[in-house]
């Protein structure tokens, strides 16, 4: 129930916020053509290096419409081409991520929830224009280094 979240009771409070696992957490396909059908909350966290795992088959995932959201460490043009086909895509997680620019998510037009967590370093938030469905930001130990804002923004 996304409007739960969405109420301010709910949502977590920094700094120690626990992110937590929502109910009927998806994770460990590595294959994303196995995930099973029915699957509402899927949970994609970087694997280690050491494991040399890495996600194939993003494009299984391509208008699925039972998704509702995602959790990810790393995004890209390739991720958002698909995230955007995603019709009830709500709820967007991105963290332990190492990149220092986050590409334009404006194609998720139906995202409602952003989480950013444990990045370390944004250099713009560029990436937040024209977002227009989106009720909630939240941003869990974020470092604005060298930050610079869009022109006309609203922060």
């Known amino acids: 129930d996304w409007n739960n979240y969405l109420s301010e009771e709910k949502c977590p409070s920094p700094p120690n916020a626990h992110l937590g696992v929502l109910e009927g957490e998806v994770w460990g396909h590595w294959d ?15 694997p280690l290096k050491r ?12 208008n699925n419409d039972e998704i509702e959201a995602i959790k990810l460490g790393y995004i890209d043009e390739e991720r958002i081409d698909v ?11 991105i963290h332990c991520n190492s990149q220092d620019n986050i ?4 194609p998720l037009k139906t995202l409602q929830v952003l989480v950013l967590a444990y990045i370390t370093r944004i250099d713009n938030i560029e990436f937040l224009k024209r977002l227009s469905n989106l009720k909630t930001l939240y941003n869990a130990t974020v470092s604005y280094t060298h930050l610079t804002l869009p022109t006309n923004s609203r922060v």
């Open 51 to 62: 494991t040399k795992l890495s996600y194939s088959n993003w494009k299984a995932l391509r």
């Open 83 to 93: 995230l955007s086909s995603l019709p009830n895509l709500k709820y967007l997680q």
């Open 103 to 106: 590409p334009d998510l404006f």
């Open 32 to 46: 994303l053509s196995q995930v099973p059908k029915g699957t509402k909350i899927l949970s994609l966290p970087t």
